[in-house]
């Protein structure tokens, strides 16, 4: 529990610096949201009032406390473009992202695990220099490019589907859910390739172990003993792996969009970065802050469970 209990105020203080960081930063940048929203023909009487009407004249301080509160109970706050909440501006694009970063996740977990064992255990020199080969080769190539050229050969070429018809989870799932399968692995495609190497080093380097060469001459079977000692001992530094992976794909995931041109918060970043549509920008990073904040949390969690050593100290 103190571990826990440790873990939950260090989330808490970095989330609390990140949101700090991320308010301040917005009001060092060049670049005046009024001039923005009205045109560099207006007065700066207009521009004067309108900054008032925002807010913008207050102490920075202030803003940013009650900013925070807000955001704490999910407002947060109005588009100074579109003059609406930004809640709801996210409401609809937030779980488009965080669905393709949940799929992306989940296949580089399923195909990377096998593929480790498969690559720590190989017998074979030959299979060992063959997934060694794909592995460096699929581990250097950019998501971003493995999307462009998933939709070229199957959007353009075998007409599977149609790059840019997607269609939303609020109409059918299971079409959302297909639209999204190749995004999702051309996120996972290079870091399975990450994983299955590091998964594949953490194998052969506990196979070389005492305790393996001492099972092994108790007469247990190769099988046995790669489950039940060698795998959970290889599998404590991939947790972490993976756990950086989950928090780096929501990042991932928001370029990825752009190419299959998803409808998710990667455009409207984008789009209200230009537009000095500062309440929109604060909201997106501070939730991809989050999320990769609350990750490692869990990651820590589950790495105490692996590893006895953890709960120990």
Known sequence: MKYAAKKLCTLIITLFIVSLLAFLAFQVIPGDPTTQMLGTE???EARAALRAELGL????HIRYFEWLSGFVRGDFGTSYSYR???????ADKLPITFILTIMSFAFTVILSIPLG???????SKVMDVIITVIDQITMSIPAFFIGILACFIFGNIFALFVPGDFVSYKESWGAC?????LPALSIAIPRVAMTVRMLRSSILSESD??????????????R???????????LIPVI???AVSAAEIMTGSIIIEQVFTIPGISRLLLTSISGRDFPVVQAIVVIIAAWIVIVNFVADLLYQLVDPRIRLK
């Open 57 to 60: 004249d207050r102490p920075v």
């Open 240 to 242: 972490t792996f993976l």
């Open 177 to 181: 859910l297909g639209y999204m399968v």
């Open 117 to 123: 064992i498969l690559a720590g255990s190989a017998r």
């Open 224 to 234: 046995a003993i790669m489950v039940r000692h060698v795998l959970k001992n290889a």
């Open 84 to 90: 609406i909440p930004v809640s709801d501006m996210l």
């Open 42 to 44: 207006a007065t700066e």
């Open 209 to 222: 172990k005492d305790y393996v060469r001492t099972a092994h001459s108790r007469g247990n079977h190769r």
